[in-house]
């Protein structure tokens, strides 16, 4: 998780809740959120969310 930007979390967190994922999932990135100091509105976190863009950074962090 330290590896993710704190907009780049909010984003995967949205986009989790948007794809429906796993909730195990879901709550382990919004521990991630609170344990930063983060606020989630809503889950969307009132931000355009760019599924791709998300993925592929996701994707070169690991």
């Not at 709550?27 to 599924?51: A, F, H, P, W, Y």
């Amino acid at each position: 998780m330290k590896l993710l930007t704190d907009e780049k979390l909010l984003k995967t967190y949205a986009l989790a809740l948007k794809l429906k994922l796993d909730q195990d999932f879901i709550q382990l990135l919004l521990e991630e959120c609170t344990r930063r100091g983060l606020t989630v509105k809503d889950g969307s976190n009132q931000k355009e969310i760019n599924e791709s863009s998300v993925l592929y950074s996701i994707r070169l962090n690991y």
